[in-house]
Every structure is written in C-alpha cells, then in structure tokens.
C-alpha cells in the first residue's frame, strides 16, 4: 500500500496531537462569581423583610419546590461570570 504525502502528514498531525494531550498538566483552578439571588418574605416593614432576609441561608433551585424561595435565598439562573480565577496553590 501506498501512502501519500497527504495522508502521511494527517497521521503525522494526529500523533503529535495525542502525544500533546498526554502530557498535558491538569490544574485545578478557582474563582469567583456574582449571581443574582431572590427571596420572599412576609413583614409589616421593608427595615423587618430585610432583618429576616438576612437570616436567611442560600440554596441552589431544587425544582418544583414552591415554598423554598419562602425559606431561603434562592438562585435559579447563574448569569454571572467566573473573574479572579487562580490555581488552588495561589493566594485570593
């Protein structure tokens, strides 16, 4: 069988590329995000929403739980972006 110049180099580019992927390091980086995050409560005053609202806890969404949002702080969409990002070795 003959090989061509062509597929010679494909073979070639495709062994390089897993030899790269094998030896590559694995790092476990970190960082921070800002999310928006939503609770209800029930006060006589905005000053005593606030008090209970600050007692509160923060909860991933469990879904179709109606009454969480009730009982905790809640974030069901994460719209914020990963910033201050570091490997586990650096300090914040």
């Known amino acids: 069988m003959k090989v061509t110049q062509e597929q010679y180099q494909t073979v070639y580019a495709i ?7 094998k030896n590559m390091k694995k790092f476990n980086l970190y960082g921070t995000v800002t ?3 939503y609770t209800e409560v029930e006060a006589n005053s905005i ?3 606030k008090e209970i609202a600050e007692r ?3 909860e ?3 879904w ?3 009454t969480q949002k009730q009982q ?3 974030a069901d ?3 914020g972006e990963p910033n201050n990002i570091r490997n586990e070795d650096e300090e914040e």
């Open 47 to 49: 000053e005593e929403a």
């Open 77 to 79: 969409e994460y719209d």
């Open 56 to 58: 509160r806890s923060i």
């Open 72 to 74: 905790a702080w809640v």
């Open 35 to 37: 999310i928006s995050i």
């Open 15 to 21: 062994l390089q590329l897993q030899f790269k992927l």
């Open 60 to 62: 991933g969404y469990r």
């Open 64 to 66: 179709g739980d109606k």
